[in-house]
């Protein structure tokens, strides 16, 4: 059993800074593609970032164009936990965000990751 656990959210002003942390344990971290998504009130699920299990080389990421310069997507697999570094932080990137774990390489699809997290609130104010 794969548990997740998301933490760093919280309240910042906008072209704030914020990272977030998502702990694994269960099984072996890197052998696990691990991405992060987030879902706004009354919107669906979005993709923000993906990171494959063996490199982290630019072409083994992938980021959603809405973010794409102002996050990076991390992972310490000595550590067992993904982050998600946020810079210039905009009132429309406030959302809950989820860390995700699959086997396999980075897909930007909700549905293909199997091992969820609680999620953890960011709210950006203008």
């Known amino acids: 059993q794969v548990q997740l656990v998301e933490s760093g959210g919280g309240l910042v002003q906008a072209g704030g800074s914020l990272r977030l942390s998502c702990a694994a344990s269960?099984?072996?971290?890197?052998?696990?593609?691990m991405g992060w998504f987030r879902q706004a009130p009354g919107k669906e699920r979005e993709f923000v970032a993906a990171?494959?299990?063996?490199?982290?080389?630019?072409?083994?990421?992938d980021y959603a164009a809405s973010v794409k310069g102002r996050f990076t997507i991390s992972r310490d697999n000595a550590k067992d936990t993904l982050y998600l570094q946020m810079n210039g932080l905009k009132p429309e990137d406030t959302a809950v965000y989820y860390c995700a774990q699959r086997m396999g390489g980075t897909t930007r699809v909700a549905n293909t990751y199997d091992y969820w997290g609680q999620g953890t609130q960011v709210t950006v104010s203008s």
């Open positions: 990171i494959s299990r063996h490199t982290w080389s630019d072409g083994n990421t």
């Open positions: 269960g099984r072996t971290f890197s052998s696990y593609a």
